[in-house]
């Protein structure tokens, strides 16, 4: 998977095609992996370690983007329920994984955690900028919407 720097240095240099738009606290980027379509990631800008490096209006910006993707998804999708995750492992760097649930899922994985996937099964379906670019202007849409803000061009809709 993509570094949280480098997606984010990818993502101001409009290099990155995952990209869904600009938002307040960072980037809404298609995650590497869309083995459940509209796997999301929020990629803080600037890049920071934990969420406890950012002042209470940084947070609360970073928490409000963070469920606007999951409102958009909710809106967009077939999306039963998000899940909302910030680990940062594997890659130390503050990252929030907003993850889209299906009522199609089996049962015995939709009940657990995202990854409780099989490896083989989560590598299946890699991110496809053609196959994913028309959930990605919906995506921006929406989001567009909830923020206030004119849809941008290519990918580029909210700006901070």
Do not use: K
Not at 12 to 20: D, F, M, Q, S
Not at 42 to 60: E, F, G, T
Not at 81 to 106: K, T
């Amino acid at each position: 998977m993509t570094s949280v720097r480098e997606g984010v240095e990818r993502a101001r240099a409009g290099t990155n095609p995952a990209v869904i738009c600009r938002m307040a606290s960072g980037w809404a980027v298609l995650c590497d992996i869309q083995y459940l379509p509209g796997y999301t990631v929020l990629l803080p800008d600037p890049v920071v370690a934990s969420i406890n490096d950012l002042d209470r209006p940084q947070r609360a910006a970073f928490l409000s983007d963070m469920a606007s993707i999951g409102d958009a998804l909710l809106e967009v999708t077939d999306t039963l329920r998000v899940n909302y995750a910030i680990l940062g492992n594997s890659d130390p760097f503050l990252h929030a994984h907003i993850v889209p649930r299906y009522a199609s899922e089996p049962e015995a994985v939709r009940r657990h955690l995202p990854w409780s996937y099989p490896q083989s099964f989560m590598d299946s379906r890699p991110f496809d900028a053609e196959r994913d670019g028309d959930l990605i202007v919906r995506l921006a849409e929406a989001l567009n919407r909830y923020m206030g803000s004119d849809p941008g061009s290519s990918g580029g809709g909210i700006h901070a």
